[in-house]
């Protein structure tokens, strides 16, 4: 901010005139008055200061407003720069903490491993990497629970769960099929906590309000049929039974269900003692400890920006496009998922309210977190169905 501004101008220019035209009168008498002895101008000199007396404390009283408007100029510059201080001391905290979480995010990356059999032999996953191999088992694991669906799933859905993803559908104003929210659900969750011996109880617990029971303990002991593929002929054994048709399916699985209490129970499958497949090391172990923390972190990354109302919305989508830059499509895909599934509706179709301002917290909406996912569908759903307002990539296209 400047001292002199153009304010100051306007009042000191035309001071300064009336100051030359005071100093200037004694001469413009004389010059007018020229008869006149200077010792014969006594009272004219009196009349003088009798009319310039007020003018001369007016130019007082306005020399030390002056005076003051320049104090009062300075100190104006002082708060600004002591507030642009402030600012630069807030932004330089912020963006330390902002950077360091972001740091944490790479670090969260670059721990991730997995390894696990491919084509011919074991593969070791790192990184990035990771998310893809991931992402790639929920698009089977979701075709399986899907064609298990299409068998036993007549009114699958509790009464009390169809209400609760109605009301998140409606609320959204969502054009999404109910049932489909609810297999997506079904099938993150499975990839997310596996069929485990030790992840089978606190599926049935996850399960047990939401779909009838009938179909959901039936559900895991199917994919529990499904082993590591290391276990190359069991394997290839769920492969040969998972393509049959929807009637021989049921018929086989209809009696290992029913026979899954009896030790020792043969069932033969292409030579093979398919029935022995619920004993054995599980193709779906379950993803907990890989996601688990990757996602709290990112959460709470994203709320910590949300939270900051010192940033203006520019300056926090600045920042949250600079977080969204370190995720990877599959990352933002896997995202997507997590996101309408239960463990993951707080990012924006059941979020939180923010105390402040009462509003809901729509991270993803807000945050446009997925844009960058490649194409507009994955495994037939439409992204845009269940976030209309996110500013997709394929938008601008």
Request: hydrophobic share 35%.
């Given at each position: ?89 807030y932004l330089s905290s912020f ?200 996602y709290r972190h990112l959460f ?98």
């Amino acid at each position: 901010m400047k001292t002199f501004d153009r304010k100051f101008w306007t009042i000191f220019i035309p001071f300064l005139v009336v100051i030359i035209m005071i100093l200037y009168f004694p001469y413009w008498i004389r010059d007018k008055l020229f008869f006149y002895e200077f010792s014969d101008m006594g009272p004219i000199g009196d009349t003088i200061g009798g009319l310039t007396s007020p003018f001369i404390g007016i130019a007082g009283a306005v020399l030390t407003f002056l005076a003051f408007w320049v104090q009062f100029k300075a100190n104006e510059q002082q708060k600004n720069d002591l507030k642009d201080q402030r600012k630069r001391e807030y932004l330089s905290s912020f963006e330390t903490k902002f950077f360091d979480l972001i740091r944490l995010h790479r670090e969260n990356i670059s721990d991730q491993n997995y390894t696990k059999f491919g084509k011919t032999k074991m593969e070791l996953s790192q990184g990035r990497k990771v998310f893809r191999v991931i992402y790639k088992e929920f698009e089977e694991c979701y075709a399986e629970v899907k064609k298990f669906h299409k068998i036993y799933g007549e009114n699958f859905l509790t009464a009390n769960h169809r209400n609760k993803l109605l009301s998140i559908i409606n609320k959204n104003d969502l054009k999404i099929d109910l049932n489909e929210f609810a297999l997506i659900d079904l099938s993150y969750t499975i990839l997310y906590f596996g069929v485990a011996k030790d992840s089978e109880a606190y599926l049935s617990n996850k399960f047990k309000h939401k779909f009838k029971d009938d179909f959901y303990t039936k559900l895991i002991t199917f994919l529990k049929l499904k082993p590591k593929k290391e276990s190359e002929e069991r394997y290839n054994c769920w492969k040969y039974f998972i393509k049959l048709n929807v009637e021989e399916i049921k018929l086989i699985f209809d009696v290992i269900y029913l026979n899954r209490r009896i030790k020792g129970y043969d069932y033969r499958l292409k030579h093979i003692n398919f029935f022995e497949n619920l004993s054995i090391e599980k193709y779906y172990g379950g993803h907990q400890h890989r996601l688990g923390h990757y996602y709290r972190h990112l959460f709470q990354s994203y709320k910590f920006l949300y939270n900051e109302h010192n940033l203006g919305g520019k300056e926090k989508y600045f920042y949250a496009k600079t977080l969204r830059a370190q995720l990877s499509n599959y990352e933002q895909s896997l995202l997507f998922l997590n996101s309408i599934s239960s463990l993951g509706l707080k990012w924006d179709l059941n979020p939180e309210i923010d105390p402040e301002t009462n509003k809901n917290i729509t991270l993803i909406s807000d945050f446009n977190l997925i844009k960058n996912v490649p194409g507009r569908q994955i495994l037939n759903l439409n992204y845009k169905d269940y976030y209309p307002k996110v500013d997709f990539e394929f938008d601008d296209n």
